[in-house]
């Protein structure tokens, strides 16, 4: 059993988590979804108990709990005042441990997913996200949904949710993280309680490789009527924890786009007020992930908004970072720093992914002070070595007839598409 504790007596609180070595990276083809189904139908019901039933079991406790399935990891996590604890964590291991999967619930959530999966096509930031990930990741587990398709979710059967469930819900799987009002014997205790039901299994190996750069500067025109706004996503492969100059990329994205006063704020919204807000940030994950920008230009602005942040991009790979803004992102990292760990639930969650992605012990623990050794040049060798504005994913959400003509011709690409809004 991996076990991992972080005590406080701040607040008669014990919070607890289980995480399972298993996500949408995990589904097969054609079933994506899955994961999500798997982890949202363990609420659904379990042996001798509903859904309703379970609910109000957690509601007298004084307790909540809930699960979350994101593309390597899915988690099941509860929280209730301390002399609770206990009878939570069996109830959670038996909900855990003895899912029933009833075939009435299933269709019930399948239908809901597929009405989730619609209405999200009214967010323009999901819909750019989703285009830009496709992209990005073509070919890749991360360029699939977590959430699936709805053609995906339509084609999930029972089976397939049970197969899921056995090959991933196990001890072997599974890290267990308990934090608040506890000591070890008690952590111990509720770690007992949550897996107990469960076999042994084995840790799954994570099935995603690492990602493969894009080749060229690609476009991809999301088209959807009646646009006032266009969001843009502009994206790379980026770092991952492990690299050496990940720390140092991130000094450097802090200068460019990781804050109000960074400069792409800076030329984007104070200089122009082409979008209220402009944004770079680098994503981690089991294997390398995404750097990506985000503006909302209004149509009239969208081209030259377009072409600014790529010409930005350009100058920030061929130039850095200025000592002043080095400096301020630097102390802004580590100053800020503090609310990252100022309750024992962030410093829990910190241990769990250091545990996840395969992180030095003393990762976080050095964070303040590797942050503030890093120089300058350290900072643009990371980002001259990273940043690959030619081999850049583009995506517009925007009505093509409007303003796709004039996103085209902004800048020289080496291939443009148009998509509809609607399609899977």
Same mark, same amino acid.
């Given at each position: ?82 002399r ?34 619609? *209405? ?9 996200? %989703?285009? @830009? %990930? ?12 977590v ?19 056995r ?23 509720? *770690? ?12 799954l190996?994570?099935? *995603?490789?690492?990602?493969?750069p $894009? ?30 100059d ?39 994950? %089991? ?34 970072? $200025? ?9 802004? @990292?580590?100053?800020?720093? *503090? ?7 962030? &410093?829990l ?20 002070? &590797? ?5 300058r ?5 990371a ?16 009505t ?7 996103l &085209? ?12 809004f609607?399609?899977?």
């Amino acid at each position: 059993m991996r076990l991992l504790v972080e005590p406080s007596r701040d607040l008669p609180l014990v919070f607890m988590c289980v995480a399972f070595g298993t996500g949408g990276a995990h589904d097969p083809a054609g079933r994506e979804g899955l994961g999500s189904i798997v982890g949202r139908m363990l609420r659904r019901g379990a042996e001798g108990m509903k859904g309703e039933a379970i609910e109000e079991r957690v509601d007298s406790l004084g307790g909540e709990f809930g699960v979350s399935v994101g593309l390597g990891s899915s988690s099941v996590g509860a929280e209730a005042v301390a002399r609770s604890a206990p009878e939570l964590a069996a109830l959670v291991g038996k909900v855990i441990a003895t899912p029933v999967f009833e075939d009435d619930e299933l269709e019930k959530l399948k239908r809901q997913v597929e009405a989730e999966l619609v *209405a999200a096509r009214d967010d323009d930031s999901t819909l750019a996200s %989703r285009a @830009l %990930r496709r992209n990005l990741f073509a070919g890749h587990p991360h360029g699939r949904r977590v959430s699936g398709s709805i053609a995906s979710v339509r084609s999930i059967g029972r089976e397939d949710v049970v197969r899921a469930y056995r090959r991933g819900f196990t001890q072997d799987n599974a890290i267990v993280a308990v934090g608040g009002d506890v000591d070890d014997a008690l952590a111990e205790e509720l *770690a007992r309680l949550l897996l107990a039901g469960l076999p042994r299994g084995e840790a799954l190996p994570y099935p *995603a490789r690492e990602p493969e750069p $894009t080749l060229g500067r690609r476009l991809v025109v999301v088209d959807k009527p009646e646009r006032s706004q266009v969001k843009l996503g502009i994206g790379l492969l980026g770092t991952h924890p492990h690299d050496e100059d990940h720390l140092a990329l991130l000094v450097g994205n802090t200068a460019f786009g990781g804050t109000f006063t960074s400069r792409l704020m800076q030329e984007i919204r104070s200089k122009r007020g082409w979008s209220y807000g402009a944004s770079a940030s680098l994503s981690t994950s %089991r294997v390398r992930e995404a750097f990506t920008m985000w503006t909302a230009p209004a149509e009239k602005d969208a081209a030259a908004c377009l072409a600014l942040e790529l010409e930005l991009l350009e100058a920030w790979q061929r130039h850095g970072v $200025t000592e002043e803004e080095a400096s301020f992102a630097r102390e802004y @990292l580590c100053r800020s720093y *503090a609310f990252e760990v100022d309750t024992a639930k962030k &410093r829990l969650n910190q241990t769990l992914e250091r545990e996840l992605l395969k992180l030095p012990a003393d990762y976080h623990a050095r964070y303040v002070e &590797r942050v503030s050794r890093i120089t300058r040049g350290e900072c643009n060798e990371a980002i001259a070595r990273r940043i690959e504005p030619s081999r850049a994913w583009v995506a517009a959400v925007a009505t093509d007839a409007e303003v796709g003509a004039e996103l &085209r011709s902004a800048v020289r690409w080496d291939a443009t598409s148009v998509a509809r809004f609607d399609a899977e």
